[in-house]
């Protein structure tokens, strides 16, 4: 693991500091949410090295990230979803996988080829999900293509990676790495690893390929716009993120996601006093136009797009655009934004040309 480490100690500044405020702003929540429920199910179509497949998407709930816990990163809410007391049962995570299970038996067509785990934490952290419960999920969806886990690169092992590739899944772990710039991901996001362990990781999962009859990968998660970027800083760092990630060996799809306004997030607290605004679609737009050329699938998926809270242009042509970024998902094909434009594409480069860490958000 780099430094600083969750359990490093600088007392009262840079991630210190960090950790302290969201501390403070998680202590906030109220809300308490039962073991037995996965945190939301949902069936979807994703693009996968092959080809667009039927997908069942879980975010199981398993008493939230150790990284949270410590304070955490700056837009990150997913922690106030977790359950009172930080750790769930196997038998409890076993319920919250046959409550996925009746789901897709209701609301799909029949088994989705792909699976895909995350925990708002780490899958693959054994003081979240127990390698019990692990191994058991692996045979529980052994009968499909594709799985993807989320983890924090630290957690990420052959070991534990060929639970699922031996029974020949191919076997995908979602990194959150946020961006390839470490002072971006330390003082922006206040993410505690380097882009060196994201290689590590990578590096783990491509021996896990080469031991097993299973494809095993990596897709790295970016960050479009943490809190303190300009609107043109961070789609600069969007571009330079995509095409790091894309040249390493074992990196296969990069999913570069604009950041929204999460509850008990400093983002939060920033947006509300009127500092911090997520970034237009039109930006998203660009960064995938000027990366289409890269060696990687790469995909958005703007969460809350058109509203206030999520990445938006002017209200006008949010959903146009929007449309627009799905088909690039689905079909890699740049020319799909040529399609769509508004008078608002003025005021983004107006924005992408004028703003500054000084006076952002120029725009609301
Ligand atoms: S973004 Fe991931 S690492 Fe950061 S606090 Fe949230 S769950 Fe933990
Ligand atoms: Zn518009």
């Known amino acids: 693991m780099s430094k600083p480490s969750p359990d490093a100690y600088e007392q009262g500044r840079g991630m210190d500091a960090h950790n302290a405020v969201m501390r403070d702003i998680r202590a906030e929540r109220t809300e308490t949410y039962d073991p037995t429920q996965p945190t939301r199910v949902w069936i979807d179509e994703d693009n996968t090295p092959d080809g667009v497949v039927n997908s069942l998407t ?3 709930n398993t ?3 150790r990284w949270a816990r410590a304070g955490g ?3 990150c809410g997913y922690v106030a979803e977790s359950v009172e007391g930080g750790s769930v049962s196997h038998e409890a995570l076993r319920q919250q996988i046959e409550v996925c299970l009746d789901h897709e038996r209701e609301h799909a067509d029949g088994p989705a080829e792909l699976i895909k785990i995350y925990t708002s934490g780490s899958f ?7 390698a019990e419960t692990r191994k058991s999920i692996a045979e529980t969806f052994a ?3 594709r799985i993807v886990v989320e983890s924090l690169p630290d957690f990420v092992d052959r070991g534990k990676l060929a639970d699922f590739a031996a029974h020949g899944l191919a076997t995908d772990v979602a990194v959150g790495l946020e961006t390839a710039t470490d002072r971006v991901r330390r003082d922006c996001v206040n993410k505690y690893f380097d882009f060196a362990d994201f290689e590590d990781a990578c590096a783990e999962a491509a021996v896990a390929d080469d031991e097993h009859d299973a494809d095993v990968g990596v897709k790295a998660y970016l960050l479009m716009k943490p809190p303190f970027l300009s609107e043109p800083e961070a789609a600069a760092d ?3 993120s995509i095409e790091r990630c894309a040249a390493v060996d074992g990196c296969h799809t990069v999913s570069m996601n604009p950041c929204n306004v999460q509850r008990y997030t400093m983002v939060d607290e920033l947006f509300f006093e009127g500092g911090y605004r997520p970034p237009w679609l039109w930006s998203v737009a660009h960064v995938l136009e000027e990366t289409a050329h890269v060696d990687a699938i790469v995909v958005s998926d703007p969460v809350g797009h058109g509203s206030e809270r999520g990445a938006h ?3 006008e042509c949010d959903d146009r655009v929007q449309t627009a970024i799905k088909d690039f998902d689905l079909r890699q094909d740049p020319s799909v934004f040529e399609q769509v434009s508004c008078a608002c594409e003025a005021t983004w480069e107006f924005v992408m040309a004028e703003e500054t860490s000084y006076n952002m958000p120029l725009v609301r």
């Open 58 to 60: 879980i975010i199981l």
């Open 63 to 65: 008493g939230g990230c």
């Open 73 to 75: 990163c700056t837009m």
């Open 124 to 130: 693959l952290d054994e003081r979240e999900v127990p």
């Open 143 to 145: 009968d499909r293509d």
């Open 238 to 240: 969007m571009i330079d």
């Open 313 to 315: 242009n002017c209200g």
